[in-house]
């Protein structure tokens, strides 16, 4: 199965330690989205990246959070000091190009997520 | 800012009924998308729109692209347990932002 490969699948943390998730994009995909659904809810996008760039971090808060995208291996998003709050489900998607509607026509494929739970 | 508003929030159906679920937008999309995710999954694409007007189908789903840009609408015909999950429109806003509805969940009753 060559699709989008996250793991761990589930993971527990306690108030303060850090949080790190994988994600491995499809083949031949080098543009990498990670978003966050909280539960009951849609998903919420927070960073693009390319290889060994972060294109727009706009959805990311400020504090705590990181992701990079390097030259070899996953991506990783790297949640530090972890909050109750940041419980939730973290998917990581995959594009051949970006995203843009008007004049690219790639749609994002998913992971199936890594599910954080803060005790 | 840009909100998708997805409708119904739920669903509850008989086995062999049909559905429909739709959802708009506050400004003009070039791309609408539909997504399924069922329960730990990952969101899965069933049907992508591209142009305003078009009508695609994939199995027992249609969707359409309104002609205005501002709304799509999904339709499953003679549902099946297995079409129970959440069902998610989304589309572009901005340069690398994709952004999605709050989702359908859809109940099938065998």
């Known amino acids: 199965n060559a699709g989008v490969m996250q793991n761990p699948r589930h993971l527990v943390r306690r108030r303060g330690q850090e949080a790190r998730l994988r994600c491995s994009p499809m083949k031949g995909h080098s543009h990498v989205y990670w978003y966050r659904q909280l539960p009951e809810e849609g998903l919420k996008f927070m960073v693009y990246l390319q290889k060994e760039n972060i294109i727009d971090e706009s959805g990311m808060p400020k504090e705590r959070f990181s992701a990079e995208f390097p030259k070899e291996g996953p991506s990783i998003l790297r949640i530090q000091q972890v909050v109750r709050g940041d419980s939730a489900a973290y998917f990581c998607?995959?594009?051949?190009?970006?995203?843009?509607?008007?004049?690219?026509?790639?749609?994002?494929?998913f992971g199936n997520g890594t599910r954080l739970t803060v005790t | 800012g840009q909100q998708l508003n997805q409708s119904p929030q739920s669903m509850f159906i008989q086995e062999g009924e049909d559905v429909s679920m739709n959802c708009t937008s506050s400004?003009?999309?070039?791309?609408w998308l539909w997504y399924k995710q069922d329960p730990g999954e990952g969101p899965v694409l069933l049907i992508a729109?591209?142009?305003?007007?078009e009508l695609t189908s994939n199995g027992r789903l249609t969707a359409q692209f309104g002609i205005t840009r501002k709304d799509s609408f999904l339709n499953i015909s003679a549902s099946i347990p297995s079409d129970v999950g959440i069902y998610f429109c989304?589309?572009?806003?901005?340069?690398?932002?994709?952004?999605f509805g709050a989702g359908t969940r859809l109940t099938v009753k065998p």
């Open positions: 400004s003009i999309f070039n791309t």
């Open positions: 989304a589309g572009p806003f901005g340069i690398n932002d994709m952004r």
């Open positions: 998607a995959s594009s051949q190009k970006p995203t843009q509607g008007s004049s690219y026509n790639s749609p994002l494929h």
């Open positions: 729109l591209y142009k305003a007007g």
